[in-house]
């Protein structure tokens, strides 16, 4: 850390008076002024050198630091992530497959209700149709009015997935993209990184093509731009 205060000290006084200095470069009305102004980008380049030269250095050693302490990090956090993963896939397996068996108990449960229930409507309406025979109507109209409100409830069947304290399974939706060609252009999201390696290949084909294809969405231009080298 005192290196590093040490060295912004050192450089600080030169920069910022290479900074200040190109104030008055930043408009240009003269053939004089553009000629200095050239002359003086070739300072600031120098200056940027030297910034680099000065903290580069450094930089490499801190990232070099950054990932070997990631390194240390990974040999220890991944296999205890890959563990994790194991056991919670082995988890939703088993919760998964206890579900579709007490689904399935459960279809058997409703099936055999419903067939008791239409057993027993079969056999209200032979005796309705009985004491019909036998010019009961009353008891015939009765059994009928029974007949209808015959329900048997259907059993609850539990899972047998015990719930674990601070552990739950929910279920989440989540999309799988068949074919990206035919999605609609408002569902389409393009981040700022898929944006920045868009323009860049866009910048390349520009380079190379100047300006002699079109694409659709796009509008290629050209620009001037001056480059400097360092004294």
Same mark, same amino acid.
């Given at each position: 850390?005192? *290196? =590093?205060?040490? @060295?912004?000290?050192?450089?600080?006084?030169?920069?910022?008076?290479?900074?200040?200095?190109?104030?008055?470069? &930043?408009?240009?009305?003269?053939?004089?002024?553009?000629?200095?102004?050239?002359?003086?980008? $070739?300072?600031?380049?120098?200056?940027?050198?030297?910034?680099?030269?000065?903290?580069?250095? =450094?930089?490499?050693?801190?990232? &070099?630091?950054?990932?070997?302490?990631?390194s240390q990090?990974?040999?220890?956090?991944?296999?205890?992530?890959? &563990?994790?993963?194991?056991?919670?896939?082995?988890?939703?397996?088993?919760?998964?497959?206890?579900?579709?068996?007490?689904?399935?108990?459960?279809? +058997?449960?409703?099936?055999?209700?419903?067939?008791?229930?239409?057993?027993?409507? $079969?056999?209200?309406?032979?005796k309705a149709?009985?004491?019909?025979?036998?010019?009961?109507?009353?008891?015939?109209?009765?059994?009928?009015? $029974?007949? *209808?409100?015959?329900?048997?409830?259907?059993?609850?069947?539990?899972?047998?997935?015990?719930?674990?304290?601070? @552990? +739950?399974?929910?279920?989440?939706?989540?999309?799988?993209?068949?074919?990206?060609?035919? @999605?609609?252009?408002?569902?389409l999201i393009?981040?700022?990184?898929?944006?920045?390696?868009?323009?860049?290949?866009?910048?390349?084909?520009?380079?190379?093509?100047?300006?002699? =294809?079109? @694409?659709?969405?796009?509008?290629?231009?050209?620009?001037?731009?001056?480059?400097?080298?360092?004294?």
């Amino acid at each position: 850390m005192s *290196e =590093i205060i040490e @060295i912004d000290q050192q450089v600080e006084k030169e920069s910022t008076a290479v900074v200040t200095q190109a104030v008055q470069y &930043a408009v240009i009305k003269t053939p004089e002024q553009f000629n200095m102004a050239g002359e003086f980008l $070739k300072t600031i380049k120098s200056m940027q050198k030297k910034v680099s030269d000065t903290f580069d250095p =450094i930089v490499q050693r801190a990232h &070099a630091t950054w990932k070997e302490v990631l390194s240390q990090k990974a040999k220890f956090f991944d296999p205890l992530d890959d &563990a994790e993963k194991k056991i919670k896939s082995s988890m939703i397996r088993f919760s998964d497959e206890q579900e579709k068996i007490r689904l399935e108990a459960e279809r +058997k449960a409703q099936a055999e209700a419903r067939a008791k229930e239409e057993a027993e409507r $079969k056999k209200l309406e032979e005796k309705a149709q009985k004491a019909e025979e036998k010019g009961n109507l009353e008891k015939a109209e009765e059994l009928r009015n $029974k007949k *209808e409100e015959v329900f048997i409830p259907t059993p609850s069947i539990q899972s047998i997935v015990p719930k674990v304290s601070g @552990i +739950k399974t929910q279920k989440v939706w989540k999309a799988r993209i068949v074919d990206f060609t035919k @999605i609609p252009a408002e569902h389409l999201i393009v981040t700022d990184k898929q944006r920045e390696a868009h323009q860049s290949y866009l910048n390349g084909v520009a380079k190379s093509m100047k300006g002699t =294809i079109k @694409i659709s969405g796009v509008e290629f231009f050209e620009e001037s731009a001056i480059a400097s080298n360092s004294n």
